[in-house]
């Protein structure tokens, strides 16, 4: 039960950032951040308003329907490694987070570990099972989850919750922009901004090298358990950096959701193609080996990656870097185009031999 807990979880993670308008308008994916002279007024993944008030003032009568929330946010409860990483980013993970829902041990990050030692951090229990005495007992100015249905409990408890997962998977671009929408919650644009810059020189970086390759390996993106295949599609951030960063994403057809659902015959056929496979699976679910890949689940040992190719593992830190995303998309360049990118570092992802 562990072994396909973990693998769901790393499912879950994987799925993830006074002018006049113009200028004050931005769109991060489905994701809106618009400055307005009483505050910033941002939408979440699925389209829900809030108004951000800086502490202090008072917000206005007429919010639009917007739920109000007073800014920076002093105690948040994060689902996603994703939004946990930028408040290591930011520089404020000790000061504001109060709650997730990955244990102590699960965690790579030195800085969450000893704050869950000293009780600064509480665990409130797996995703899909929350403590909510729990979580309202550490009293959060705001949950961010990926996971919508908790919104009418929360909202009896008066606690604002923002959904930052999609209904369609983040391309690139959205992705190197998504703190950008994290960062008005905490008072953060300039710092935001900031890692902006730095994930767009690394696209342009890569994408700079990228017209002179010519021998491009196929990719595949995914995994497949107890029957089920979950791919990343072809506007994925990932599936995008693999064909800028002289690869060609096999999946080219597919459309829709991270960690999406595609049938098996799919799946084999560009499995037969593909040089190189990604997983989902971490070290934690049991994999460490193409053996053991191919003992957990036989259904992928006919593939190309498995007989003849390659295959990549994401390691922990790979969950809990996207403030780190420039090193991740140099890693991934690395190893798809190493004459080019240089030798990978195997920081953020894993061999299997």
Not at 14 to 20: A, I, K, M, P
Not at 63 to 72: D, K, L, R
Request: net charge neutral; charged share 25%; aromatic share 12%.
């Amino acid at each position: 039960m562990k072994r396909i807990a973990a693998f769901l979880i790393s499912v879950l993670v994987f799925s993830c950032w006074g002018c006049n308008f113009e200028k004050s308008f931005q769109s991060i994916g489905p994701f809106t951040v618009q400055k307005q002279p009483n505050g910033t007024l941002v939408s979440d993944g699925i389209s829900r308003k809030f108004l951000l008030v800086p502490r202090g003032q008072k917000a206005p009568a007429d919010t639009g329907g917007a739920t109000v929330v007073y800014t920076p946010v002093k105690r948040v409860i994060a689902y996603s490694t994703c939004d946990v990483s930028f408040l290591v980013g930011f520089g404020i993970l000790r000061e504001v987070l109060v709650g997730v829902t990955k244990e102590k041990d699960e965690w790579t990050t030195d800085l969450i570990r000893q704050a869950m030692d000293e009780g600064k951090i509480i665990y409130l229990g797996e995703s899909s099972q929350i403590n909510f005495e729990l979580l309202k007992s550490v009293k959060p100015d705001i949950v961010f989850t990926w996971n919508a249905d908790i919104i009418p409990v929360l909202e009896d408890l008066q606690i604002p919750t923002v959904i930052t997962s999609t209904e369609l998977a983040k391309g690139l671009e959205a992705q190197a922009k998504y703190v950008e929408f994290i960062a008005p919650f905490f008072h953060k644009e300039k710092e935001g901004r900031v890692f902006v810059d730095k994930f767009l020189n690394a696209i342009d970086q890569i994408k700079a090298k990228s017209p002179a390759i010519k021998d491009r390996p196929s990719v595949i993106w995914g995994d497949v358990y107890n029957k089920r295949v979950l791919v990343e599609p072809n506007n994925a951030w990932v599936s995008q950096l693999v064909n800028l960063s002289g690869g060609k994403y096999e999946l080219d057809d597919v459309q829709g959701a991270s960690c999406l659902e595609i049938t098996i015959e799919r799946f084999f056929l560009a499995g037969k193609k593909a040089d190189i496979m990604f997983t989902y699976r971490s070290p934690k679910t049991g994999i460490n080996s193409k053996r053991q890949l191919a003992i957990e689940n036989p259904m992928m040992a006919s593939i190309r990656p498995m007989l003849s190719g390659e295959i990549y593992t994401p390691r922990e830190t790979f969950y809990e870097s996207y403030h780190r995303l420039d090193e991740v998309m140099f890693e991934i360049a690395s190893i798809l185009q190493p004459t080019v990118f240089g030798p990978p570092r195997y920081e953020f992802f894993q061999r299997l031999q």
